[in-house]
Antibody, heavy 121, light 112 residues
């Protein structure tokens, strides 16, 4: 089955760190760029970060640049998001998303179910 | 923050045609970046509905269609059905923001 399954969400205190993971299956993982997209409860979608198939091209939204790090392990079909110095405004559902293309810039054709990150003391 | 503007809500009776607008700028939609549309039901992840302005993935009914002109795009639903009640988001790429993918503000469709 073609799917993306996120894990690692939970409650974290402001200023602390959290690492999200995404397990991919049912498609050739290293043929595609991958993204993280988040959605605060009751709010709209916000792109967070992207990584090309070979990790050569990485980009971040301005709101997380310098605090979050996206990475992938093609041997393990996995995507990660290291979240450091988290803030209350980082509270959201985080979706692992597959790009149609290898370098990105196409469209988001497969979404995981999401994992909830809550930043609160 | 959302760079593409959509109406907060649109409603229509079953069988009617509705349209959702997505307004961008010269650095995203107007810069020849393709527009994609996603459908999201409450409590679930978004799903790709229209890609590259006017293409439907396999399994998406042909009552959904997309178009793009200048700095705007539109999603049309003809023959509106109760199961179409959801929130719809447009998405494109913005060349003025380093490596940035941008989403619309989202439109809640209500079937009367």
């Amino acid at each position: 089955e073609v799917q993306l399954v996120e894990s690692g969400g939970g409650l974290v205190q402001p200023g602390r760190s959290l690492r999200l993971s995404c397990a991919a299956s049912g498609f050739t993982f290293d043929d595609h760029a991958m993204h993280w997209v988040r959605q605060a409860p009751g709010k709209g979608l916000e792109w967070v970060a992207s990584i090309s198939w070979h990790s050569a091209t990485i980009a971040y939204a301005g709101s997380v640049r310098g605090r979050f790090t996206i990475s992938r392990d093609n041997a393990k079909n996995s995507l990660h998001l290291q979240m450091n110095s988290v803030r209350a405004e980082d509270t959201a559902f985080y979706y692992c998303v597959k790009d149609k293309g290898a370098d990105g810039y196409w469209h988001f054709d497969l979404w995981g179910r999401g994992t909830l990150v809550t930043v609160s003391s | 923050q959302s760079v593409l503007t959509q109406p907060p809500s649109v409603s229509g009776a079953p069988g009617q045609r509705i349209s959702i607008s997505c307004t961008g700028t010269s650095s995203n939609i107007g810069a020849h970046s393709d527009v994609n549309w996603y459908q999201q039901f409450p409590g679930t992840a978004p799903k790709l509905l229209i890609y590259d302005n006017n293409n439907r993935p396999s399994g998406v009914p042909d009552r959904f269609s997309g178009s793009k002109s200048g700095t705007s795009a539109s999603l049309a639903i003809t023959g509106l059905q109760a199961e179409d009640e959801a929130t719809y988001y447009c998405q494109s790429y913005d060349s003025s923001l380093s490596g940035s993918y941008v989403f619309g503000t989202g439109t809640k469709v209500t079937v009367l």
